[in-house]
């Protein structure tokens, strides 16, 4: 089984990912679409048996969490490229899910990310969050982020990731990347924001949020008086509001949504679709937590219409609602009429029909 030649194709092409699974050809994404390698053969049991050894590379650890947990998540490196790699089992075979991280960032201003969110990260403490369904360029704005702060403030920034994917190199500020997992850096996530404030960072970047007590020691670290950024896999602002208040028990609630009401700063929800050019591009939700908002949030029942209806009111200091982000989109003739329609639920359609028309009316007087 010739990997490098697999890596080599990806490379050439500009693929997001590879796929390896038993029974079919190496497969390529590229540009969200799945295309096989036609010059190469259909993958066999011990093809993937080659793949795990080429990737795995003896590390006794990794071998052990994956006969232990029957999956094993990574990273490797090829040809200065890193790659983050999902090892799994499907019918007693191996498949591989490999990421491909490109070398050099993209700059913040070309990811179509509203500069709101760059301004709040000069908060000195208080909880940013970047949310957005698997494959909706978290990562890659996350570390768009992190290399503005870096370059633009004198900060400690101290980064939880699983596994590390761009290596950040200090500028302006002092960057400590972190790998977390079994033989890694640190354990676990938890541990790990717990270890951070000991470390005299300002701010601190946890590359998932996926329990209460990650949770929990994030939020002490923002009233402790740091800057805490973090990742969800949420699809829209209110839904992580609800998200991260049922990590509680319900009698624990009323004390939670105090928190995130004082010290959630912005949460912004991010989409990716194929443009018109054949590009994706990015469709942002952006909620500023001002009065209003973190008056919804104590609320003793989370609405999540109310939390949409607070987005939509409070444009002017600087939120932005899906609708809008869609409308823009289309007038701008970047997406077309039914992809806009196709992010919005059908009670909302007129909603997006009449900001359609008012942006072009706009347009038109200008």
Do not use: W
């Not at 949770?215 to 609800?242: N, P, Q, R």
């Amino acid at each position: 089984m010739n990997m490098d030649k697999v890596l080599d194709k990806a490379i050439e092409v500009d693929a997001s990912d590879v796929h390896m699974i038993c029974g079919n050809k190496p497969m390529l994404r590229i540009a969200r679409e799945l295309r096989p390698i036609e010059e190469m053969e259909v993958l066999t049991p011990q093809d993937m048996d080659e793949v795990y050894d080429y990737l795995v590379r003896g590390n006794l650890d990794k071998d052990e969490i994956f006969n232990k947990t029957r999956k094993l998540d990574t990273s490797y490196e090829y040809k200065g490229i890193r790659l983050r790699v999902n090892i799994s089992l499907s019918d007693n075979i191996p498949l591989c899910t490999l990421r491909l991280i490109k070398n050099t960032l993209p700059s913040y201003e070309s990811l179509g990310v509203p500069d709101i969110v760059r301004r709040m990260t000069y908060q000195p403490q208080g909880l940013i969050l970047v949310t957005g369904k698997t494959n909706s360029g978290k990562t890659t704005t996350l570390n768009a982020l992190i290399n503005d702060i870096n370059e633009n403030q004198n900060r400690k920034i101290l980064t939880l990731e699983n596994p590390v994917e761009y290596k950040h190199h200090s500028k302006k500020s002092l960057i400590v990347q972190k790998e977390v997992g079994k033989g890694r850096d640190i354990l676990t996530f938890s541990d790990g924001v717990k270890n951070s404030l000991r470390e005299d960072c300002d701010i601190l970047v946890i590359g998932e949020i996926r329990d209460r007590e990650t949770m929990e020691a994030g939020i002490e670290m923002a009233e402790s008086g740091h800057l805490v950024i973090g990742t969800l896999h949420t699809k829209s602002c209110a839904e992580t509001i609800d998200r991260m208040i049922n990590f509680y028990e319900v009698r624990d609630q009323a004390q939670i949504k105090y928190l995130l009401s004082s010290l959630l700063k912005l949460v912004v929800s991010q989409r990716l679709l194929k443009g018109t050019d054949g590009k994706l591009t990015l469709v942002p939700e952006v909620m500023v937590v001002d009065n209003i908002i973190s008056g919804v949030i104590r609320k003793d029942k989370l609405s999540v219409s109310e939390i949409e209806d607070a987005i939509q009111s409070n444009l002017e200091k600087g939120s932005i609602g899906l609708t809008n982000s869609l409308a823009k989109l289309f007038v701008e003739n970047r997406i077309t009429l039914d992809q806009a329609k196709s992010q919005v639920e059908e009670k909302n359609i007129d909603t997006l029909n009449r900001t359609i028309m008012q942006l072009k009316i706009k347009r038109g007087t200008n």
